[in-house]
């Protein structure tokens, strides 16, 4: 439950002077030159005067707060983004998502981008294997990349990424290592395929600030079990998603409330020994597969809005 701030107790002498000095941090903005950056600095000033306000902040929990940030800055590095897990723990890029990503006709959901994408992963043919040596269950994924009217998208680019059986994505070995991450293009005809592995739960790092803010606030770090997908084709609108397994208990409280209810497929088990689509031998070996159809916004649906 929350605790009601104090407010009443404030006298409106003291109301007029934390008026007084909103508005005169909102007037230090009043050259600046963008008008956008203006709306979005007046905005944040807003914001922030009326959340410390309403909880009356301590000049100790402010310490708190700076200390919390630092710690956050300071962890951060080419390889560990500890800003987008707070983003994606307060629920900010699923909301930035939500802003950006307006229904279009059956284009495909948008879900978060996540911390762990690493630009020039290696490219893979069609059938490929995205996994390299993460360990894992083989996993089958087809599937097809069509635009809202239907039409496939021959050579979209199909970023693939995820983390291993054991949670953990390559980057965060510290050695270097590439595996569970490629990209591929789609076939003349729209169709994709390629093996990974199936996906696992894993929990966000939580070894850092935003771990500390967790466990502080009795929240899991749990995610959801998925594959990571960045799809993009020249007039269509880039498409950063991810598929979620079907079943999977943390659907329902994943840490950073990235799951929609249409990017949960069916990943069908497979008993040992099943033949694979392209006769690929797993010598006994249990693998799973799956199929995500996926369709591409026009690139200008944004400001078209809801392309109805
Ligand atoms: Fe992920």
């Known amino acids: ?23 005169r941090v909102l007037d230090s903005f009043a050259d600046t030159a963008d008008p956008r950056l ?28 700076i200390d919390f940030l630092t710690a956050v800055g300071h962890i951060t590095d080419d390889r560990r983004q500890e800003f987008i897990l707070l983003s994606d723990t307060l629920g900010a890029s699923m ?25 020039d992963a290696p490219h893979v043919e069609l059938g490929g ?21 239907g039409n496939a998208v021959a050579d979209a680019r199909i970023e693939v990424w995820e983390a291993d ?4 994505y390559d980057v ?23 093996w990974a592995v199936t996906p696992t739960p894993y929990p966000i790092p939580h070894d ?25 084709a020249p007039g269509l609108r880039t498409l950063v998603t991810h598929i979620f397994v079907r079943g999977d208990e943390l659907l ?7 799951v929609k209810d249409s990017l949960v497929k069916d990943f069908v088990e497979q008993p040992s020994g099943a033949p694979t689509p392209d006769g690929r031998d797993l010598t006994g070996a249990t693998w799973s597969r799956t199929r995500f159809d996926i369709v591409l916004a026009p690139a200008d649906a944004h400001e078209t809005g809801d392309g109805t």
Request: charged share 25%; with cysteine; net charge negative.
């Open 172 to 194: 965060q070995y510290g050695d270097d290592r590439v595996a569970g991450r490629a990209h591929l293009f789609s076939d003349r005809d729209g169709s994709f395929r390629f």
């Open 129 to 149: 294997d995205i996994a390299g040596d993460a360990p894992g269950q083989p996993c089958w994924v087809e599937g097809t990349v069509r635009d809202t009217e």
């Open 95 to 119: 909301q930035t998502i939500a802003i950006n990503n307006e229904a279009y006709a059956d284009a495909t959901e948008a879900t978060v981008f996540g911390p762990f994408f690493v630009e």
């Open 165 to 168: 059986e054991d949670g953990f």
């Open 38 to 65: 203006q709306q979005i600095m007046h905005a944040a000033v807003r914001h922030l005067h009326a959340f410390l306000r309403d909880v009356r902040l301590t000049e100790r929990e402010w310490k708190q707060g």
């Open 252 to 258: 329902s409280s994943d840490s950073v409330f990235g």
């Open 208 to 232: 850092g600030p935003v771990g500390a803010m967790l466990a502080a606030t009795g929240r899991s770090p749990m995610r959801a079990s998925h594959l990571h997908f960045m799809v993009s």
């Open 1 to 23: 439950m929350s605790i009601p701030a104090d407010t009443a107790a404030v006298s409106d002498e003291q109301q007029a002077r934390e008026d007084e000095l909103v508005r």
